[in-house]
């Protein structure tokens, strides 16, 4: 598992990509674990701030009790809409999967929240989460193929491509 310095400082220009197409739009797509073990799908906004991925809920919130028991998580970057004329323009569609840390130690929150602009007590009562990172995948297309760079944890950066 990694924070998401570690991606930044080991493969720069990935994890540049990455962000670019995370920041491409507010809204995320946070996948948990419900208690039986079925998925819970939900709409999430998530910052990179600091050395972290960071992402949050309003206080108990499905998703963060879900986190709280399992802390599996995927999270996937704004949806890409591709143009007819340019497929390639889009920044890539790009999803981040690991394992949620719940931040409550309110020095780190506060730096998070000053880091974002926001007031050091915005939010008192909300969940956030940093993201211990197993996995993260940049699907984009060049020409005719699809190209998927794969990244995790001491197996580093994989370009894998698809006609």
Avoid: C
Avoid at 111 to 137: K, N, Q, W, Y
């Amino acid at each position: 598992m990694a924070r998401w310095h570690e991606i930044a400082e080991s493969v720069p220009e990935f994890a540049a990509q990455v962000r670019e197409a995370f920041e491409a739009h507010k809204h995320k797509t946070l996948a948990t674990l419900r208690k039986d073990g079925t998925p819970r799908v939900s709409g999430i906004e998530a910052y990179f701030v600091g050395d972290d991925l960071w992402f949050g809920s309003m206080p108990g919130a499905l998703k963060a009790r879900d986190l709280q028991r399992d802390p599996r998580f995927a999270l996937h970057g704004p949806p890409v809409i591709l143009s007819a004329d340019d497929p390639a323009a889009a920044p890539g569609d790009a999803k981040v999967t690991g394992r949620a840390l719940e931040v409550t130690d309110p020095e780190r929150r506060a730096a998070m929240l000053t880091g974002r602009g926001l007031a050091p007590d915005s939010f008192s009562d909300s969940h956030f989460f940093t993201a211990d990172i197993s996995e993260v995948v940049l699907t984009r297309i060049e020409g005719p193929n699809m190209v998927m760079d794969l990244w995790r944890p001491g197996q580093g950066l994989r370009t894998l491509h698809r006609p």
